[in-house]
C-alpha cells in the first residue's frame, strides 16, 4: 500500500486555510467544521505515517490512538474541535436557529488556533 500521509497532511493544511477563510467572511459555522476537518486529517495522516489505520471522526480519540502519549491539554483541544463536527452543518443540531447563529469570532478563533496547534504537533512527529 503507497503511503498516503503526506496526501492527508497537505489536505488538512488547506482544510486550515479553507478555516481561515470562512472566518473573514463571517461565515464562523463554516470555519469551526473545517478547522475540526483539518485536525482530523491531519492526526489521520500522523497514523498513515505510522503504518496504522484510524477510522472515525473523532479527533481526540485518534490522538489518543496514537502509539505515544500525546498531552491532555492537546487532547481537551481535540474535544473542543469535535463539539463542531455536527452541529455547525446541520439545522437540528441546536435546539432552535440555524448553525450559523450559533457561531462567532470566539468559537472560530478558538477552533482554528486549536486546529493549528494540532497540525503543529502532526508536521513535528512526520518530521
Excluded at 500500500?1 to 488547506?14: I, T, Y
Excluded at 500522523?46 to 492537546?74: N, Y
Excluded at 462567532?104 to 478558538?110: A, L, N, P, V, Y
Aim: include cysteine; charge should be negative.
Amino acid at each position: 500500500m503507497a503511503d498516503r500521509s503526506r496526501d492527508w497532511l497537505d489536505q488538512a493544511e488547506r482544510d486550515l486555510e479553507q478555516a481561515k477563510s470562512s472566518q473573514k467572511e463571517n461565515r464562523h459555522e463554516w470555519a469551526c467544521f473545517a478547522a475540526h476537518q483539518s485536525a482530523e486529517k491531519a492526526v489521520k495522516a500522523l497514523h498513515l505515517f505510522l503504518k496504522q489505520e484510524a477510522w472515525g471522526h473523532v479527533v481526540a480519540r485518534l490522538l489518543h490512538e496514537l502509539p505515544f502519549s500525546v498531552s491532555t491539554d492537546l487532547i481537551d483541544k481535540a474535544k473542543v474541535l469535535d463539539g463542531f463536527y455536527i452541529p455547525t452543518r446541520y439545522a437540528n443540531g441546536h435546539p432552535e436557529g440555524a448553525p450559523f447563529e450559533h457561531y462567532g469570532k470566539i468559537q472560530s478563533r478558538d477552533a482554528i488556533d486549536y486546529a493549528g496547534e494540532i497540525l503543529e504537533f502532526v508536521r513535528s512527529q512526520m518530521a
